[in-house]
């Protein structure tokens, strides 16, 4: 795993996962994925910014087999203890940076599903339609991608505007439903996305 020069988001991600202020770390699949798991049939899934592994092993539950990637080494070890009772062969979780998504080749693209909770909305311009692009690549064509992003504001440094999003992923998908509303952990606003990817 490489971090880009000049990035300190790995470091201040590994204080929070040492310090255990980690907000956004629930332990509990959101209603959104919940629904979209119930609509699509068990396939292959992708969970960018995997974390401690809590949507992993959820879909892993319903039938999917299901791989999870994250830059933080601890939670990447948390998620690889919570999985040992399933078979290795139905998962992998990756210690990888989620912007060369491309050089990784331990990924079992296509997938059917991909899964961004908050994860790539911390890039800015150029990083940010590479990724894209690059989340693009994971899926087959008509695959679902649920992307949560937080709403950009003067005073929150990281997020996505609704019209960035679009602008960003329309090249490659269709926007099937989006929903702003109130982040709970942060009290700030953010969207969910669903989107399918473009033949």
């Given at each position: 795993?490489?971090?880009?020069?000049?990035?300190?988001?790995?470091?201040?991600?590994?204080?929070?996962?040492?310090?255990q202020r980690t907000p956004?770390?629930?332990?509990?699949?959101?209603?959104?994925?919940?629904?979209?798991?119930?609509?699509?049939?068990?396939?292959?899934?992708?969970?960018?910014?995997?974390?401690?592994?809590?949507?992993?092993?959820?879909?892993?539950?319903?039938?999917?087999?299901?791989?999870?990637?994250?830059?933080?080494?601890?939670?990447?070890?948390?998620?690889?203890?919570?999985?040992?009772?399933?078979?290795?062969?139905?998962?992998?979780?990756?210690?990888?940076?989620?912007?060369?998504?491309?050089?990784?080749?331990?990924?079992?693209?296509?997938?059917?599903?991909?899964?961004?909770?908050?994860?790539?909305?911390?890039?800015?311009?150029?990083?940010?339609?590479?990724?894209?692009?690059?989340?693009?690549?994971?899926?087959?064509?008509?695959?679902?991608?649920?992307?949560?992003?937080?709403?950009?504001?003067?005073?929150?440094?990281?997020?996505?505007?609704?019209?960035?999003?679009?602008?960003?992923?329309?090249?490659?998908?269709?926007?099937?439903?989006?929903?702003?509303?109130?982040?709970?952990?942060?009290?700030?606003?953010?969207?969910?996305?669903?989107?399918?990817?473009?033949?």
């Amino acid at each position: 795993m490489t971090t880009p020069p000049g990035d300190d988001r790995r470091s201040v991600f590994i204080q929070n996962y040492q310090s255990q202020r980690t907000p956004w770390d629930t332990g509990i699949t959101p209603p959104e994925i919940v629904q979209i798991l119930q609509e699509l049939p068990p396939g292959r899934a992708l969970d960018i910014g995997c974390g401690t592994g809590t949507n992993v092993r959820y879909l892993l539950e319903h039938g999917w087999e299901a791989d999870g990637i994250d830059f933080v080494p601890q939670a990447v070890e948390t998620a690889r203890l919570k999985l040992v009772a399933f078979p290795p062969e139905t998962y992998r979780i990756l210690e990888y940076d989620v912007t060369l998504l491309e050089q990784c080749d331990q990924l079992r693209a296509p997938y059917q599903l991909v899964i961004d909770i908050g994860c790539g909305h911390s890039f800015k311009q150029a990083q940010a339609a590479k990724y894209a692009r690059d989340v693009a690549d994971q899926l087959a064509p008509g695959g679902t991608l649920m992307l949560y992003a937080h709403v950009h504001t003067p005073e929150r440094n990281s997020g996505w505007q609704p019209e960035e999003v679009r602008d960003l992923f329309e090249p490659y998908f269709s926007l099937i439903w989006q929903q702003v509303n109130t982040d709970s952990t942060v009290g700030t606003l953010a969207g969910w996305y669903r989107m399918t990817r473009k033949p």
